[in-house]
């Protein structure tokens, strides 16, 4: 009977420490769009999982600071810009397009295309036929036969 009392309040106390952050809001549109910005915004620490579904730490902290950001009305770009500003693009899933991240895009496109173009050039290059004309008919017909005679000298 000890060891039942045992195994049962330890089954009960897993349960406790499993309870998620639960959190209260003035409205529906707030907590709507608390589960938006959770779901949008990047844990820094976690790198490719969102604030909601992290575990960390500075997770928590982020959820925490929306909360306080949206009940104290601010709207959603105004909070992502607040992460922004605090976090860099990291935390957003959407960064803007900046000089920065264009170059990253455009810059293997156009290796590709000059890479591409060499290619042609270079096959066009090697493929334009040389004709062959009378007088260089000639010439290997002389060579010939100078190679004959050296031969048989």
């Not at 969102?50 to 959603?76: Q, W």
Request: hydrophobic share 45%; with cysteine; net charge neutral.
């Amino acid at each position: 009977m000890k060891w039942l009392l045992l195994t049962l309040s330890l089954f009960a106390s897993m349960g406790a420490f499993a309870e998620q952050d639960r959190y209260q809001f003035d409205s529906n549109k707030q907590a709507i769009l608390f589960e938006e910005l959770t779901k949008e915004l990047r844990c820094p620490k976690c790198q490719n999982q969102n604030i909601a579904d992290s575990d960390a730490v500075v997770a928590k902290d982020l959820r925490d600071k929306v909360l306080v950001l949206v009940k104290e009305g601010k709207s959603k770009d105004e909070v992502i810009d607040y992460m922004i500003d605090r976090f860099g693009y990291f935390v957003h899933y959407d960064p803007p397009v900046t000089p920065a991240t264009l170059v990253l895009w455009v810059l293997p496109v156009l290796i590709v295309i000059v890479g591409f173009g060499f290619i042609v050039i270079r096959q066009r290059k090697a493929s334009v036929k040389q004709t062959w004309s009378s007088d260089d008919e000639m010439l290997l017909a002389k060579l010939i036969e100078q190679n004959k005679r050296q031969e048989q000298s």
